[in-house]
């Protein structure tokens, strides 16, 4: 018979959340709601399914062609699952524009899919936390994305050794590439290979620029003195994105989060919509290799939709690999069951025990107490104490022949093992 | 230009939750989660995508073939998007059987698809709480999902004129429908009819019974005496489906919910795995004809994964027509804004004005305050109090010249419209 069965296995890449995973998954996002609420953010969500076309355009070629789950609807509309928050973000801005107090501070916690393969930190699905900023121009709003990442590690309790956040900015990253000899038209290819920079050894990663970005001796001699020490030319360049972003260091050196944030030319940032800062958010653990974080701002994503510019800077934070941080660096609490009582059932055919059971169950309800009760009348009272035990819940109460006859009630607290009988209105009178 | 943007509208049948609707999601999700952990019952989830055999068999003809979003994935798997959460479930619990101690006590809520025609009420997505119990046999567990149904309806402040729970029992059902004359063979067509009887008048369903059933005269007639007083042959049936609905319905007579209950035989539920008792919860708002919660006992379904039959009983309860009956009673509060605090920037190029306003939003944050900060140097403050007050945020703190020179900041209150300048310092301490 057994192997007529339909699997019980999750669909590859995605999660089942088990009532301890859960309460995980609970405790983690908590803390992202509470501290973007702290700065101000509005939460906001939109639907699991867009029309394609919304990420065709900027999403970027390896994500729209390799890994977007897209299909053609009932109703023959070419639709994908979201595989990113931006695009969907972009496009309510766009609908309510001119409604919209600004400038807007909101955020998400989505879930997206990507068709990838399996392994450490990236799975099929994830959430991911969305911060985002509509409508400030000056890198002020960069640095209070930087306050609101640190904010969020510092809340998890997260240390100084434990994770940095790097910087670059596309228009300064362009203009050096210009001054190392570098032509417009390998920017891109360029760019790939310094996205894959820190996965790979000094002989590889010139090895790369050598035969896919087909750059010459010279040039790659001048790239590769440039990483050694990227900090000159970033402060000697006269340009827009230079200015910015030595702005913006400046607002991180002059306040309490310098000791984590800097500068550093490899982040390149995989999405296409990117105009200005990028940023990721790195574990310091070396286990730990990925981006936990990223983003940077996009002042033209909206253009999609709307016939404006509207300046815009986000990023994005999502759970899988943020949960190997928590767990490689021993960060997560014990996380109990929200149940604090569970109110036995004495093995028995009187109705009585029933009665009484119920009639406590929701006193302690309507005090606000969480209580579970025993339902089945044939199972012996150590039982249904190893089931509490096993599920974490506190307090156990027993009402047996002797109870009922006196209205007590016998407590007992798996913790301490302390355990009591007492009249019911004096246990009741305690708990208020 | 602008006709050759990406339009703004979300996928047909979906939503978009600006922060306002986001604020009325979080609100009832809040009390379905506050109510069901009040009863001991924890959260799980699972993947939004399945494989599409999980629903093939039981979840019903209608959704499977003519709403379901099934597709191949680019590893040629068929996978559908969940249309609903129990075949998550039993497969979940079937992976963990023999670990997980039992009960097993859940809920969810989770966003389901359907293609359907969106309409009032109905959406081609939703959120759906699902509240189950498994390895409980006995009537005892459908009756605390009563419970828990009712508690969340008092605890958005429903009355008992404005909602009630209808019950039927499948085995009942089947017993009364051979006793009135009708074969087997036409039980399934006849419990589609009955599925209509509440929007159809009395000579359409009489037609229904006679074409689409093909029912005798006899049979039509004895339906109709039935359906005219059902409870007699109810009462004297004498099977275990109807000993098990009457034992029901007398814990409901014996508690506090009994006027919220009654037994009805047009309650047939359109999936195919219940096996037991069924119910549906029914505004009594006219308006509002669909039911807005619907489960009953399903003991088969986990034979789906295991070779084992497992007791369970569960219900759903949408949020696209729960969301309407609140609205129709005018059962929502006033959602405000959780942002407590805007700190405005004085229009100055002096960095001063945003470093002493930086300082203060932080200190705020430190003490758990919500607080935003203006960061634009170009604003006038009159259009930073229009935004607080658009936004709902009550207290606007102004540091201006005087204030920055003296340490001081005034506190403008924009609900009572009372201003006061103070030290910064005995600001600070008066909040604590």
Redesign the interface.
């Known amino acids: 018979?057994?192997e007529n069965?339909?699997?019980?296995?999750?669909?590859?890449g995605?999660?089942?959340?088990?009532?301890e995973?859960?309460?995980l998954?609970?405790y983690i996002f908590g803390i992202w709601k509470k501290v973007c609420?702290?700065?101000?953010y509005?939460?906001?969500?939109?639907?699991?399914?867009?029309?394609f076309?919304?990420y065709e355009a900027k999403t970027g070629d390896e994500i729209v062609n390799?890994q977007l789950?897209s299909?053609i609807?009932?109703?023959e509309?070419k639709?994908a699952?979201r595989p990113e928050m931006t695009p969907t973000l972009a496009?309510?801005v766009?609908?309510?524009f001119y409604e919209l107090?600004?400038?807007i501070?909101?955020y998400s916690i989505p879930?997206l899919?990507r068709?990838e393969k399996p392994q450490r930190g990236r799975l099929r699905?994830h959430y991911q936390l969305n911060v985002d900023i509509f409508g400030?121009?000056?890198v002020?709003?960069d640095f209070?994305l930087f306050?609101i990442l640190i904010?969020i590690m510092q809340e998890f309790g997260a240390k100084e050794n434990m994770f940095e956040i790097k910087i670059n900015h596309r228009e300064l990253a362009e203009n050096i590439y210009t001054d190392l000899g570098i032509h417009k038209k390998d920017f891109s290819e360029l760019n790939k290979a310094i996205d894959k920079k820190y996965k790979l050894s000094e002989d590889d990663f010139e090895k790369m620029l050598k035969e896919d970005v087909k750059l010459n001796n010279g040039q790659i001699n001048n790239i590769k003195n440039f990483f050694k020490n990227p900090y000159p030319a970033m402060q000697k360049m006269k340009t827009s994105g230079a200015a910015a972003i030595r702005h913006l260091l400046k607002l991180c050196d002059d306040?309490e989060i310098s000791k984590f944030v800097k500068y550093d030319p490899t982040i390149i940032r995989g999405l296409d919509y990117y105009t200005g800062t990028v940023f990721e958010l790195f574990d310091l653990n070396p286990n730990n290799i990925r981006a936990m974080s990223g983003g940077g701002r996009y002042d033209d994503l909206v253009s999609?939709?709307?016939?404006k510019k509207i300046s815009a800077t986000g990023f994005g934070m999502g759970d899988v690999t943020f949960t190997n941080f928590l767990q490689d660096w021993k960060l997560i609490p014990e996380l109990k069951?929200?149940?604090e009582y569970?109110i036995t059932l004495w093995p028995s055919q009187e109705r009585d025990f029933?009665d009484r059971g119920?009639e406590l169950s929701?006193k302690l309800?309507e005090m606000?107490?969480?209580?579970?009760?025993w339902?089945?009348?044939d199972t012996k009272i150590d039982k249904q104490l190893k089931?509490a035990d096993?599920?974490g819940?506190n307090n156990v109460i027993i009402i047996g022949e002797n109870e009922l006859k006196n209205n007590e009630a016998t407590v007992k607290n798996l913790e301490t093992r302390e355990q009591k009988t007492l009249p019911l209105k004096k246990f009741l009178t305690d708990l208020k």
């Open positions: 018979m057994a069965k339909i699997s019980t296995q999750p669909y590859k995605s999660r089942d959340f088990y009532p995973d859960m309460r998954r609970n609420e702290r700065f101000g509005e939460e906001y969500d939109g639907p699991f399914i867009e029309p076309e919304i390799q789950y299909f609807d009932r109703g509309r639709v699952i496009r309510m766009a609908q309510k107090p600004q400038p501070r909101w879930n899919w068709y699905e400030v121009d000056s002020e709003a209070e306050l904010n306040s999609m939709f709307l016939n069951n929200s149940c569970l029933y119920m929701q309800r606000g107490k969480n209580a579970e009760m339902l089945d009348s089931y096993k599920k819940i």
